[in-house]
């Protein structure tokens, strides 16, 4: 697992051992930077579900503003912090551990970009797709990237996130929610 461009171009991640946590795969990752790819720099990112920190790692390649990492394994925090020093991307990156649902309920500010990523079977996908409009994180004109089995797409968290478009790769499927109004929740200004 390497970093594909930027600043870190090439760098190999560490991977946690065991099976609890499902990297992205080469293809789907590949995938989403080339969907990505003019929407990174300066931006800032929520990576959910972080795992190994991979996603959120090549946005701030890419020149993404600041990342914020979220896992709520003791290891895997561990694991994003050895891959931030790796990568000499550790000064614009927070890390959290804990719950990415209390971290949602909880963020100060608001994201350009954020990854769904958690364990299959869980329902998790839903609930931070939930969260995440509930608490208004996502900014005018931002993404959320989520993934998930191909044969279940998500639907749309708001009637101002709008599902862009899902691609297959072979079981595993990628949407794309695109915020595109400048609507905030009554009472609050943009």
Do not use: W
């Not at 920190?53 to 990342?67: D, F, M, N, P, V």
């Not at 478009?165 to 929740?185: D, M, P, S, W």
């Amino acid at each position: 697992m390497r970093v594909i461009t930027g600043s870190a171009r090439g760098r190999r991640l560490k991977e946690l051992e065991g099976q609890e946590t499902r990297p992205t795969t080469d293809r789907v990752k590949e995938g989403l930077f080339s969907i990505l790819q003019f929407e990174i720099e300066g931006r800032r990112v929520l990576d959910l579900f972080a795992g190994t920190g991979q996603l959120g790692i090549e946005c701030l390649s890419r020149g993404a503003a600041k990342a914020v990492f979220v896992d709520q394994r003791t290891d895997a925090v561990r694991l994003i912090r050895e891959n931030l020093a790796l990568t000499e991307l550790a000064d614009r990156a927070e890390v959290i551990c804990g719950s990415a649902l209390d971290v949602v309920a909880r963020a100060h500010g608001t994201f350009d970009i954020i990854f769904l990523d958690p364990p299959y079977q869980t329902g998790l996908l839903e609930k931070a797709l939930e969260q995440i409009a509930a608490f208004d994180i996502l900014n005018p004109h931002g993404i959320i990237a989520a993934e998930h089995p191909a044969d279940r797409p998500p639907v749309s968290p708001t009637e101002t996130c709008r599902l862009h478009r899902t691609y297959r790769y072979g079981k595993i499927g990628l949407t794309i929610f695109r915020r595109a109004e400048n609507h905030r929740n009554e009472g609050e200004t943009p």
